[in-house]
């Protein structure tokens, strides 16, 4: 259930940025447009500097010195970027997060299918994937350490268990609601069900695959994050544990903002790919 | 068969498509109620009636979409319990799959059939180009206006070849400007490659323009009011719709119609019943 609510919003919300994007009108001038987008642009900024500047005086007047602040945290940038700790931490946490959303796409396609076009195993089923996706799986971790050890395969075991789910149930939402005119069309042409499944279920619920999608990558980050901690795995989660526990809290701010902007350019993929590889979607 | 004027037009040849008796309920609601009628191999019928009147339902129980709850449907002598080979299926909602371009949309049956990729090519070149859409095959639906999209349409229906074309209201959601052009059109091309066409339409004159024979659907549930020869010769053209025989048939038909549209006018299942028997009457059943 939660699913479909959250699932009915992001698509929602991404039709309507479709619609008053500057370059979906047609009707706005280029020049308007354009001055638009530097208006918002300029409009982000500022907010983001005042964000830090407030950061910076309230760190600076109410709080103890050992607390990050921003001139602190861009003093450190430098030299946390360029050490190998650094570095390896982030590989090993970005590629999990990588490997485990590609892993979680191909089994949550492949479910959500199942689900949405087999009344049956969806009636079946559902009551127990619903439980699964409400459950927090961050709660499985310390379980998952015993199953698979203190090693990188729990880790993303947790993130595919995590991103796995808003796929599923996306897809499935997606094939639920696979239009009868379309059905019909292919019944009528005698198309074989696999053709059903691949050539019209599969491309009618790529919306649906890339909202689960956009789901997914919060929940991923999020995984890996806590199986790090838990399983002191080399990653930015534990760069982060380990560096405040040692009162280097700057460090452990770039690690953050490292993860902030990860996240950002996976989903900005993702909006990238519906407006590139679905143009029939975002024009309905 | 009534015959407004007297002309003497059947269905040319043996039929293809063979309505028997045709029933079908939805529930406790009788939709359709004993429907027979038969096309032959090159004729174009059409269906016409009120909306919700079954018309669709009838339609979709020639295509194999729908099964019938009694009566059968044959075409070329075996009876219809799934989509059938050969039928061509043109919807009122055009049906393009909206992440395929044109060409793939028209090649779809094709490629359902299994037939070889530059032979599929070829020939779905050659509809998009029957159909007047040459230049657009890169085109996806949502880029092309209603009436290029059913003439995407059509082109697909055509493109496997059919014996049998049913056509659900195809250009009712179109302005009427591209509904006059795409009736001619659709005439012309009938003309070239004759199929076994059942044309559904609400549109007292676009039955008589297209159909050979029109069968007038009518009463609740529905039942055939009469089947109508409008003996119009072909080729037909713009200048068809302005003949003594067009303004003939046409009153015919909404003569039937006023009439059928009369009779439940006290009570319903009084009504119902009536015009059941006049039915059966008129059929000699």
């Known amino acids: 259930m939660a699913g479909e609510r959250m699932n009915a919003l992001t698509l929602n919300r991404r039709g309507g940025r479709a619609r008053n994007s500057p370059d979906a009108g047609g009707a706005a001038p280029e020049a308007e447009s354009r001055r638009e987008r530097v208006q918002v642009l300029l409009a982000r900024i500022i907010a983001g500097l005042a964000l830090l500047v407030i950061w910076q005086v309230c760190a600076v007047t109410f709080a103890p010195s050992y607390i990050a602040r921003p001139i ?12 190998e700790q650094f570095l390896s931490a982030t590989g090993s946490t970005l590629l999990a997060v990588i490997e485990g959303l590609a892993i979680a796409i191909v089994l949550g396609t492949a479910a959500g299918l199942v689900m949405g076009r087999l009344r049956d195993i969806d009636r079946a089923l559902r009551l127990y994937v619903d439980s699964f996706y409400a459950m927090p799986i961050v709660a499985l971790v310390p379980l998952l350490t015993v199953w698979f050890g203190y090693s990188p395969t729990a880790r993303l075991v947790v993130v595919v268990m995590e991103a796995v789910l808003p796929v599923a149930f996306s897809v499935a939402e997606g094939g639920r609601t696979l239009a009868t005119e379309f059905t019909d069309v292919a019944r009528a042409y005698r198309a074989p069900w696999w053709r059903v499944w691949l050539g019209i279920a599969l491309p009618a619920s790529m919306p649906y695959l890339l909202s689960g999608v956009d789901l997914a990558i919060g929940r991923a980050l999020v995984g890996a994050v806590v199986a790090e901690f838990i399983a002191s795995l080399n990653g930015l989660g534990y760069f ?45 | 068969m009534t015959d407004p004027a007297g002309s003497t037009a059947g269905p040319a040849g043996a039929p293809l498509i063979r309505v028997d008796r045709l029933t079908k309920t939805y529930g406790p609601r009788t939709v359709l109620s004993d429907v027979t009628f038969d096309v032959g191999p090159s004729e174009i019928v059409s269906i016409v009636g009120p909306s919700g009147c079954g018309k669709t339902t009838l339609l ?8 019938p709850n009694g009566g059968t449907v044959s075409i070329s002598g075996r009876t219809v319990t799934e989509p059938p080979e050969g039928v061509g299926v043109v919807f009122q909602h055009f049906g393009l799959f909206p992440w395929k371009t044109v060409f793939g949309n028209v090649a779809f049956g094709l490629t359902v059939l299994g ?20 230049g657009f095959e890169n085109s996806y639906p949502y880029q092309l206006s209603g009436g290029m999209q059913q003439r995407a349409g059509l082109a697909r229906a055509l493109a496997i070849d059919p014996t049998v074309l049913v056509m659900d209201e195809p250009f009712a959601s179109l302005d009427a400007q591209t509904r006059d052009l795409l009736q001619l059109e659709m005439l012309r091309i009938l003309e070239h490659r004759p199929a076994a066409t059942i044309f559904v339409t609400h549109s007292i004159d676009e039955a008589v323009l297209m159909g050979d024979r029109i069968v007038i659907l009518a009463g609740r549930p529905s039942h055939v009011a009469d089947i109508v020869d409008v ?5 037909r053209g713009r200048e068809a719709v302005d003949s003594e025989r067009f303004r003939v048939v046409r009153d015919y038909l909404w003569s039937v119609v006023m009439k059928d549209q009369a009779v439940p006018g006290t009570t319903r299942d009084r009504g119902d019943s009536e015009s059941a028997d006049r039915h059966h009457e008129r059929t000699g059943e």
């Open chain 2, 231 to 235: 003996g119009i010769p072909h080729p």
């Open chain 1, 72 to 83: 602190g945290i861009l003093a450190q940038i430098p030299s946390v970027v360029g050490s």
């Open chain 2, 60 to 67: 979709r129980c020639i295509a194999g979409l729908t099964a």
């Open chain 2, 115 to 134: 037939m070889e990729r530059r032979e599929a090519a070829r020939r779905v070149h050659e509809l998009i180009a029957m159909v007047g859409l040459d």
């Open chain 1, 240 to 284: 982060i544990l380990f560096n405040v526990r040692s009162f280097h809290e700057d460090a452990a701010m770039v690690a953050l903002i490292v993860l902030v902007v990860f996240a950002l350019v996976l989903r900005g993929l993702v909006t990238l790919t519906v407006r590139r590889a679905l143009p029939w979607y975002r024009a309905r």
